[in-house]
């Protein structure tokens, strides 16, 4: 198990119980998280379940592939600390984990 | 009074089933209508054929195809290709259906964004989860310059002649528009939020070549807002590594890749519950009679988004199509492993 909080756009948090292998897209949808959309259901072809990764996180939620990275120009306000949630897997290591979803999901 | 000159007439193509959607579902409709000797024309506002399997993911694999351990979004579209081939279906892409209605001899009209007209005995929407429509910018105000100023697509190049244009995006439609438009622009500024395109390479040479040469702009960001005056576009403020910059700008064209709205269906007066058209599970048709929904847009109890429930939906489909196309003609149940007769239409008799 491990434990992930999602943020809001307007400072609102939410803290999610997650199971290990599962996505944050996934552990997202089944808590219902508003802003992630996943329209494509995790397969990397929307973009729609764009989230932030917060400081001190980075490292161990690890950088985006080439494919991800290709599939983050079809999202909005990228930045550095940008991942799709459907690419970030749930370990052990991310028990703790602090996403933030974006204003907009194209 | 001036009558309009060189519209030519509009002379409805005329065939048995219209099928709206060429994704998976639609294709093999062509199959089990074609075995039932139903001529079909599909109408498809992608330019390629395979809905969302040849424009989402042509390259994932795909593992539930019975038969088929695994087979790409691609793979499994020239696979259906291959096999309604026989049926000789006609398709007509990057056209839009926008009107159906019926007619007093019950025969239906479609009419698509490219003013094509056609008259069918049945209608098949296998529409998906609707049209594949650009994405928009979520910018503020936008929607005020779409049509004036901003572009999904090029219509006419001659639009975009002395205009001081923004392109955005890093994939081929992107920089094969810039390659395109840079000769003709005032100006013109290629946007992508990172120093690495998708595109392919050679064009992406050529690009870095004419930014080198000082003829085009080549800018590592992306749009905040944008500015103009009853509807023009005047500038739009990007935000670089640097900061903010505004550029005068007034023709845009963002390219974001394609997301799948119901678009003109919800107009055609079906019931329709959240977006998708309820049937029956016995012929899968609509509340219209000769009006059929298979694969993803339609709904009814247990419904599963999958090509496979969607083959499914197809073949039973068939069955009342052919009873509305051919009132007086028995249905005979035939195996295609055992009847010759359905082995000279596929071609191997
Ligand atoms: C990333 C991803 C992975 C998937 N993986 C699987 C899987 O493993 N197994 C599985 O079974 N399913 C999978 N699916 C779902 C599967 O792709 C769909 O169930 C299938 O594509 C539905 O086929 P369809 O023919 O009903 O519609 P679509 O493939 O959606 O095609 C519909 C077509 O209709 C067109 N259209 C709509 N309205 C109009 C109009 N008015 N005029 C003209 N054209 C119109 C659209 O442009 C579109 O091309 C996946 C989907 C995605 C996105
Ligand atoms: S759910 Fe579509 S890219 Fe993540």
Known sequence: MAKITFIQPDGTSQIVEATVGQTVMEVAKLANVPGIEAECGGACACATCHVYVAEGWRDKSGAPSEMEEDMLDFAFDVREESRLGCQIKVTEDLDGLVVQVPAKQF | ?349
Not at chain 2, 141 to 160: K, L, N
Not at chain 2, 247 to 261: E, S
Request: charged content about 25%.
């Open chain 2, 1 to 349: 009074m001036d009558l309009p000159q060189n519209v030519p007439p509009v002379v409805p193509t005329e065939t048995d089933v219209v099928i709206i959607g060429a994704g998976p579902v639609g294709l093999f409709a062509v199959f089990e209508l074609g075995l039932l000797d139903i001529k079909c024309h599909l109408i498809d506002i992608l330019d390629k054929i395979g809905g969302q399997c040849a424009e989402l993911y042509p390259e994932k694999p795909i593992y539930d195809i019975p038969g088929l351990p695994v087979v790409t979004g691609q793979e499994l579209t020239d696979r259906l290709l291959e096999q309604i081939k026989p049926f000789n279906p006609t398709f007509h892409l990057n056209e839009r259906v926008d009107e159906l209605t019926k007619q007093a001899d019950g025969r239906f009209v479609l009419k698509t964004d490219v003013g094509r007209e056609f008259l069918c005995k049945v209608v098949v929407i296998g529409a998906g989860g609707g049209s594949f429509t650009p994405k928009r910018p979520p910018l503020e105000g936008i929607e005020a310059y779409e049509g004036s100023s901003v572009h999904y697509s090029v219509r006419r190049m001659d639009d975009f002649r002395g205009k001081d244009v923004l392109i955005v995006g890093g994939g081929d439609s992107a920089l094969d528009w810039t390659l395109s438009l840079q000769p003709i622009a005032q100006s013109l500024t290629l946007l992508h939020r990172r120093d690495d395109f998708r595109a392919a390479p050679h064009s992406v040479e050529k690009m870095r070549e004419l930014v080198a040469a000082g003829q085009m702009r080549l800018m590592i960001g992306q749009m905040t807002s944008m500015d103009g005056c009853e509807g023009k576009l005047e500038g739009v403020t990007i935000k670089t590594k640097e900061g903010e910059e505004r550029i005068a700008i007034n023709a845009v064209l963002p390219f974001f890749g394609l997301t799948m709205k119901l678009g003109p269906i919800a107009n055609w007066g079906l019931n329709l519950e959240e977006n998708l058209i309820p049937v029956d599970t016995e012929k899968f048709e609509t509340s219209e009679r000769g009006i059929f929904a298979i694969g993803d847009i339609n709904t009814y109890p247990g419904k599963l988004k999958l090509i496979l429930s969607g083959f499914h939906e197809a073949a039973l489909m068939a069955q009342q199509a052919h009873r509305y196309i051919y009132p007086d003609k028995k249905l005979l149940f035939q195996y295609t492993t055992s009847s010759s007769n359905l082995q000279k239409k596929l071609g191997v008799k």
